[in-house]
């Protein structure tokens, strides 16, 4: 027997509802059941309603304006090294951003572009219009889907009646290393006092949990600029027992883009031909209209203005962690001393007849409006700026993400799922990835659930779920670096994070993933697997036509004009194999190999890195089944860890302090690599 249980007291009925938005919407009716409630309309609700939508389940995404679904909160812009490729693992889920993207963006680029494949990756600048108005038209169409305007107060819970209030209380104090079920979810209460009913809940809310604007030393609540926190869930959830930090993050002020003279600074143009990042697009509607960007500079003179004033700022505090791979200008005028200049891009926020309004990448902060002021006007070309709206500075709550599964379903509350800064991650690309995950689960074990057999802390073995390991690609390190390491500053995705980047590549995201999403049901769109059913044919073809291309050594070092020594082994190598060698090119393929230039483009480049990373993918397959195996491999007591090799010196110190008793328990230990854990798997099986 269960009794309902709500975290906090029902709020008063108290102030008009939310106003109507201007845009057209489908609400949800007043009093209904849900298989799954989303809560936030960022980019971690719009792919978690979206996806949950997508595996039949009856879906609602609950936010507090209608108009600002979507919204791109910060930069205008999708994508990046490592960033990137999350995002086309995002599309070849189904999900919805990448194809956003490609509609609205205005200047395309593959980054690292001089590297190998394995770290390319696309970026694009996206117009907020244009994106924003895509997201909310696709979701007022999705089946299955309806969107109410409101603000969650409440999770409503349900625990076992047999509970005591000290059982309660210690179920509440576990940590969140420990922590096991103790309540089921019921729905949502919101501030108006209008309660949802559903088993699944998905909470998205970005930086609104707690939020707090800081603008030099003033603060106040609010998790985006004219936007108010969310204040109650954030009680809710102390309520439930879980552990509350801190984190912060910024933005930079925006420009009147006719008041900067660009005449003198480095332009950046887009790709052409453009790269999508969907799978599905060949191109993309504004190819021809790319804008450009533009480059600048900080001043010593702008360091000196902002260090004689750095007491004006409330959110330069060092017991808050901000992000360290975007730090905040602040941050990087006291954190490198040295240098009198850092790098900043203008980057337009949409097409000409939508803004003329320029994002300055790279001068996030939090100093008072009349000083944001001032250090502009010191910046090269900005000399007569006016500054449209100041840089400001957020901070918010987010639980430890320790608390989670693989699924993002929590540990303390059964039918609980969390995406998106919540879990202590920065950025859209990651909130994305999250939510489609977190969508899609909840999604899943609604529909494959029986009302009959739903418990509290119910095994959860005979419901399809969706959850990825590291070796699956950047959304499987994301989730395992998240619930096994937690975090201690704002988490992001970056190619080094990945001991597998070398299958993990932007190109192949569709092969890796879209059949095991469609598996799931989680996939609706039937042209994505058509193309890639045509994309497999046309590989197989490729691959074909190099197999069928065979000599022996002295007629390939012939063909290459005598430039390389093949070796005369006497042994034959079809053209496949030279490729895997490192002795064609893809120009000499074309020469050598009949019906090569046929193929598309797109298709030959696949098959030709495949080929060349051939051995390493080998390895890393082997080295993947291998950790599998061994992650409960035991650990002797007495191991010295001086003696492992490839550990850095800080690896060294806290497996000699922590001391480990298996190889599951090491990997879980903050600050240890995936290339140490590598390392020391190996050297402990030399050892046996």
């Not at 940590?175 to 909470?203: K, Q």
């Not at 000699?656 to 240890?672: C, E, L, N, Q, Y």
């Amino acid at each position: 027997m269960y009794q309902q249980y709500s975290s906090i007291s029902p709020p008063a009925r108290s102030g008009p509802a939310a106003r109507h938005s201007e845009f057209a919407y489908r609400s949800a009716s007043s009093v209904a059941d849900y298989d799954v409630i989303v809560i936030g309309g960022g980019h971690a609700g719009c792919e978690a309603c979206a996806a949950a939508a997508r595996t039949g389940a009856k879906t609602v995404l609950v936010t507090q304006k209608i108009d600002t679904i979507g919204e791109m909160s910060c930069n205008p812009s999708f994508g990046g090294v490592g960033k990137g490729i999350l995002v086309r693992e995002v599309d070849a889920l189904d999900g919805l951003c990448g194809k956003m993207a490609d509609l609205g963006g205005v200047q395309f680029r593959i980054l690292n572009r001089s590297k190998g494949p394995a770290v390319h990756g696309p970026r694009a600048q996206v117009d907020r219009v244009i994106y924003k108005r895509n997201m909310l038209e696709t979701l007022q169409s999705y089946a299955g889907l309806d969107i109410k305007a409101g603000s969650v107060a409440d999770i409503i819970l349900e625990r076992p009646a047999e509970l005591d209030t000290k059982s309660l209380k210690r179920l509440a104090d576990q940590d969140s290393l420990s922590a096991t079920s103790s309540a089921a979810v019921l729905g949502v209460r919101l501030e108006s006092g209008e309660v949802i009913h559903s088993r699944r809940v998905v909470i998205t809310t970005g930086t609104f949990l707690g939020g707090e604007i800081h603008i030099g030393l003033k603060a106040f609540p609010s998790g985006r600029k004219g936007e108010a926190a969310s204040v109650g869930l954030s009680k809710s959830l102390k309520d439930a027992g879980f552990r509350l930090g801190r984190m912060k993050t910024g933005t930079p002020p925006r420009l009147d883009g006719s008041t900067i003279d660009f005449a003198h600074m480095p332009k950046q143009l887009g790709d052409m031909p453009v790269t999508p990042f969907s799978f599905i697009h060949d191109s993309v509607p504004n190819a021809n209209r790319q804008i450009a960007c533009y480059q600048t500079r900080t001043t010593s003179a702008v360091h000196e203005l902002i260090r004689a004033n750095f007491d004006q700022s409330v959110h330069i505090r060092e017991t808050v962690r901000g992000p360290r791979y975007c730090p905040s200008l602040e941050s990087k005028i006291k954190r490198f001393s040295d240098k009198d200049a850092h790098v900043i891009w203008l980057e337009p926020e949409g097409l000409p007849e939508h803004t003329n309004t320029v994002y300055p990448n790279g001068i996030s902060n939090t100093m008072p409006e009349d000083i944001q002021q001032q250090f502009l006007r010191l910046i090269p070309g900005l000399e007569n700026v006016v500054m449209t709206q100041p840089g400001y500075g957020v901070e918010y709550d987010h639980i430890d993400p320790r608390e989670l599964k693989r699924t993002l379903e929590t540990k303390r509350v059964t039918g609980l799922y969390m995406a998106g800064q919540i879990n202590g991650t920065t950025g859209y690309e990651e909130a994305a990835a999250q939510g489609i995950l977190a969508g899609a689960n909840a999604g899943l074990a609604a529909v494959h659930s029986r009302p009959c057999t739903e418990k509290i802390g119910r095994a959860d073995d005979d419901v399809p779920q969706l959850t990825l390991d590291r070796s699956d690609g950047y959304l499987g390190v994301l989730i395992d670096d998240l619930i096994m390491r937690g975090v201690e500053e704002p988490y992001r995705v970056f190619t080094a994070r990945s001991e597998y980047r070398l299958s993990s590549r932007a190109d192949n995201a569709d092969l890796r993933l879209t059949r095991r999403a469609a598996a799931l049901g989680i996939v609706r769109d039937s042209t994505r697997i058509s193309r890639l059913d045509t994309v497999e044919t046309d590989m197989a073809h490729a691959q074909v036509l190099l197999e069928r291309i065979v000599y022996s050594p002295h007629v390939w070092e012939e063909k290459l004009g005598g430039s390389r020594q093949i070796g005369h082994n006497g042994v034959k190598s079809s053209a496949l194999d030279m490729i895997r060698k490192g002795f064609l090119s893809e120009d000499l393929i074309s020469e050598l190999v009949p019906g090569w230039a046929d193929l598309p483009v797109d298709i030959r480049r696949r098959v030709v890195t495949e080929a060349m990373y051939h051995g390493h993918l080998r390895i890393q397959s082997s080295e993947a089944s291998m950790l599998k195996r061994e992650e409960s491999m035991r650990l002797p007591a007495d191991l010295d860890y001086s003696k492992v090799g490839s550990l850095s010196r800080e690896e060294v110190d806290r497996l000699s302090m922590v001391r480990p008793d298996t190889f599951g328990a090491a990997k879980r230990i903050d600050g240890i690599t995936p290339g140490g854990i590598l390392a020391l798997l190996k050297y402990v099986r030399r050892q046996v």
